[in-house]
């Protein structure tokens, strides 16, 4: 069976730049998403290939462990590809799990963020729409630490 994907976009009241370089700085998870990334390995320069293992706070009731494999990281039109290796979530039976992030400029101090979601389950079956929520909105539940965090400290990432 093919895989089974899911996808939406939110409104974002901060640059695409400031966003941008967040994504790509995977080390200050733990300060910038505080209460819900602890820690963060990284394995590689952060292009394609490298390794990114996020450990969750037990608090944030979203697992214990995020693996992925970056397969797509394009800074011209800030897309952000990864490949889920390993992932401990209240989600259950997926044999594999890929993501794509794209964000666009709406103005000068925002952007649309559009995510898509491929993923297999060890059925060969597909999520229900709450198990779908739940994937899609742990990724925007970041996404709106980050626009939350910027939005605090005007002067980061500018």
């Given at each position: 069976m093919a895989p089974a994907c899911v996808s939406d976009e939110r409104a974002v009241a901060v640059s695409v730049e400031r966003v941008w370089k967040v994504c790509l700085d995977v080390q200050a998870l733990p300060k910038v998403c505080a209460g819900f990334v602890d820690a963060v390995e990284?394995?590689?320069?952060?292009?394609p290939g490298t390794i990114h293992?996020?450990?969750?706070?037990?608090?944030?009731d979203a697992g214990s462990l995020f693996?992925?494999?970056?397969v797509v990281c394009d800074s011209a039109a800030h897309v952000l590809k990864s490949e889920v290796l390993e992932?401990?979530?209240?989600?259950?039976?997926?044999?594999?799990?890929?993501?794509?992030?794209?964000?666009?400029a709406?103005?000068?101090a925002s952007c649309v963020a559009k995510l898509k979601v491929e993923y297999e389950l060890e059925d060969g079956g597909s999520l229900s729409p709450e198990k779908e929520k739940i994937i899609v909105d742990?990724?925007?539940g970041m996404l709106k630490m980050?626009?939350?965090?910027?939005?605090?400290?005007?002067n980061e990432y500018a």
């Open positions: 990284v394995e590689g320069n952060g292009g293992i996020m450990k969750l706070n037990p608090a944030a693996k992925t494999k970056v992932v401990k979530s209240k989600v259950e039976n997926l044999k594999s799990h890929s993501t794509e992030t794209k964000l666009e709406t103005g000068d742990g990724y925007y980050i626009e939350d965090y910027l939005v605090a400290h005007p």
